[in-house]
C-alpha cells in the first residue's frame, strides 16, 4: 500500500516561506500525478496545486498561483510546495495526495485514491 507522508509545516509569520515535502513509500510515485490540498477549520478540503507525470505539466489554484510551486524529484520519491508571500488566509492542514493516473487533474479530492497524514501550516504574525 503506498504511504505519503508530508512534513515541513509550522507556524510562519506573514510573507514567510515554507517548504512541504511529501515523501512515497513505493516506486510507484514515479508513475502518478500529485497533488497537494489543503483544509482550513470549517472549510472544505480545496485543491491548489498538482503535477502530471505524462508531461510534468502543473496547475495552481488561483489563491495561490505565483506564491506556490509544486515540483517532484522521482529519485527520492518526494514532491515537494514552496510556499513564497504566505498570507494568513493560507493557514489550513496541507496534504498530499496521489492520482492513480499519469494526468492530475481535475485536482479535486474524489479523484485522488492515497493521501498523507497531513501537515499544519499556520500564517500569523
Known amino acids: 500500500q503506498v504511504q505519503l507522508v508530508e512534513s515541513g509545516g509550522g507556524l510562519v509569520q506573514p510573507g514567510g516561506s515554507l517548504r512541504l515535502s511529501c515523501a512515497a513509500s513505493?516506486?510507484?510515485?514515479?508513475?502518478?500525478?500529485l497533488g497537494w490540498f489543503r483544509q482550513a477549520p470549517g472549510k472544505e478540503r480545496e485543491g491548489i496545486s498538482c503535477?502530471?507525470?505524462?508531461?510534468?505539466?502543473?496547475y495552481y489554484a488561483d489563491s495561490v498561483k505565483g506564491r506556490f510551486t509544486i515540483s517532484r524529484d522521482n529519485a527520492k520519491n518526494t514532491v515537494y510546495l514552496q510556499m513564497n508571500s504566505l498570507k494568513p488566509e493560507d493557514t489550513a492542514t496541507y496534504y498530499c495526495?496521489?492520482?492513480?493516473?499519469?494526468?492530475?487533474?481535475?485536482?479535486?479530492?474524489?479523484?485522488?485514491?492515497?493521501w498523507g497524514q497531513g501537515t499544519q501550516v499556520i500564517v500569523s504574525s
Open positions: 495526495a496521489r492520482r492513480a493516473s499519469t494526468i492530475c487533474l481535475p485536482v479535486v479530492p474524489k479523484t485522488y485514491a492515497y
Open positions: 513505493e516506486l510507484t510515485l514515479d508513475y502518478s500525478a
Open positions: 503535477i502530471s507525470r505524462s508531461d510534468g505539466s502543473t
